[in-house]
């Protein structure tokens, strides 16, 4: 792999407040390429990164934007997070000849029309769940009566990953349908999608794509409910392990060929010049795999789990994917270590919840453990104080999941805050020999 297809790699600006930011940034400074980092606006951990910097400006104020980009000479800028993709960030600043990570708005409707990307999926004979569009009470009223229950509900728009519901009776499916409807999540609600409920183990794949190829990164698998075993309300992310042993080569041949392949192709035949990473949340159903969602940015906490595995020339990398020049064939991971993460949160999130908490922090630090600030900032004394639901990534790296997992809980027994909840039970899958209770 050659360095030379650019005349320089050096200072990088990163737009995002969470973990997965803080996780990139994290991956890109170990480049010696690297000189410098910025993050719009960071967090209260991503200024203790390595070369890394926050700079506290609205990406939205676009002059001062990009005022700041061309006099910090910025050479590569990552989108973080779904929102500013969806709302065309990545073709403002395409179109002031910025060399971006992160599609532009209509690559990103993968993930903002849940509707569109069904449609999508249909066009392109792409594996997914029946589905169902409704946009008034009535219409959810013909199609709950008369579909195979049970059916899941979807809010068409982003709503933090929090617009997904599976009912257990039809009048609660109807219910919640109609308060989608009714803007429980504003705008995000306009159409509802209701789905056939399938069954499986759940997987994420990332492809790194360049508008025409694409490069793999390892599986990872999260846990969205926020309750141990699976219950509970849906959040964005507890935890998540990575590389998932439940993928055999030959699945992944077929998730590559059904899946990943026909996605990219629709997309050039859509003339959408995808240059970014393509998430697919896949369902290993009974009849093969099959596509749940779309995302057009990297999962949290996948994202941290994963980035501790990436190979140092992974920022050039989503280089050659911003100027769509990737071969394919690149290195992007580089060690047999299987990582684990465990996500902190305030108490009482995904519902509403308290801020402004100190942060203790006393274990002892190595190598193999990272934490990722996902919702904390400074206060006036510069102490780390809560500032989100899910407040922190904590990541271990291992030779197997038990290890992984016994460190990381570890980590935890040693930070502290008021209200701190967690799973014990992220990686149950891939855990042998472990007790709750000991946690
Ligand atoms: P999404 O935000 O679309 O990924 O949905 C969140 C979660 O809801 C998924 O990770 C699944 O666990 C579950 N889910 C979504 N769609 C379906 C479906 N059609 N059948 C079964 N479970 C689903």
């Known amino acids: 792999m050659t360095n030379q297809i650019y005349e320089k790699l050096e200072n990088i600006v990163i737009i995002g407040n969470g973990g997965r930011e803080n996780s990139l940034a994290w991956a890109i400074q170990k480049n010696k390429l690297i000189k410098k980092i910025y993050i719009i606006p960071g967090n209260g951990g991503s200024g203790k990164i390595k070369k890394s910097q926050n700079l506290n400006l609205d990406y939205k104020n676009k002059n ?5 980009l ?44 849940k509707s569109w990307a069904k449609s999508f999926m249909r066009d392109a004979n792409i594996p997914t769940a029946k589905f169902w569009k409704v946009s008034s009470p009535e219409e959810s009223e013909k199609i709950i009566s008369t ?21 257990e009776t039809k009048e609660d499916t109807l219910k919640i349908t109609k308060e989608i409807l009714n803007g429980k999540f504003g705008n995000s609600g306009k159409i509802v999608l209701l789905e056939e409920k399938i069954e499986g183990p759940e997987i994420s794949i990332f492809a790194l794509c360049d508008g025409r190829k694409y490069l793999l990164l390892p599986s990872a698998q999260d846990h969205k409910r926020i309750g141990e075993n699976d219950k509970g309300l849906n959040t964005g992310g507890m935890g998540a392990y990575s590389p998932t042993p439940i993928l055999s080569k030959s699945e992944l041949s077929i998730i590559c060929k059904e899946i990943i392949e026909p996605t990219i192709n629709e997309l050039i035949k859509k003339n959408i010049e995808y240059k970014g990473v393509l998430y697919f949340g896949l ?7 099959k596509v749940i969602e779309y995302n057009c940015r990297f999962g949290d906490p996948e994202c941290q789990t994963i980035m501790p ?70 206060n ?18 291992g030779e197997d999941f038990d290890s992984v997992f016994n460190k990381a809980y570890k980590v935890l027994k040693g930070i502290s805050f008021d209200g701190i909840y967690y799973r014990r039970d992220i990686g149950h899958q891939v855990r042998k020999n472990y007790s709750y209770e000991d946690i």
């Open 283 to 289: 369902m290993i159903t009974k009849s093969g795999p």
């Open 64 to 68: 001062l934007l990009i005022e700041t």
């Open 70 to 113: 061309n006099s910090l000479e910025i050479d590569l800028i990552i989108i973080g997070p779904e929102i500013p993709l969806a709302e065309g960030l990545g073709d403002f600043l395409r179109s002031k000849n910025f060399q971006v990570f992160g599609p532009n708005s209509n690559g990103a409707k993968l993930e903002s029309s």
């Open 380 to 397: 006036k004394e510069g102490e780390t104080i809560t500032d989100g639901g899910r407040v922190l990534s904590v990541v271990c790296q």
């Open 147 to 167: 579909a195979p229950f049970p059916l899941v509900v979807k809010a068409d728009g982003l709503a933090s990953g929090k617009g997904v519901f599976i009912p």
């Open 309 to 378: 595995l990436m190979d140092i020339n992974f920022v050039n990398i989503l280089y050659k994917c911003a100027i769509g020049k990737l071969n394919g064939d690149e290195k992007v991971f580089s060690t047999p270590k299987v990582s684990g993460c465990v996500i902190a949160t305030s108490k009482g999130y995904p519902e509403n919840y308290d801020i402004g908490y100190p942060i203790n922090f006393n274990y002892e630090a190595s190598e193999d453990i990272q934490i990722f600030h996902s919702g904390t900032s400074l």
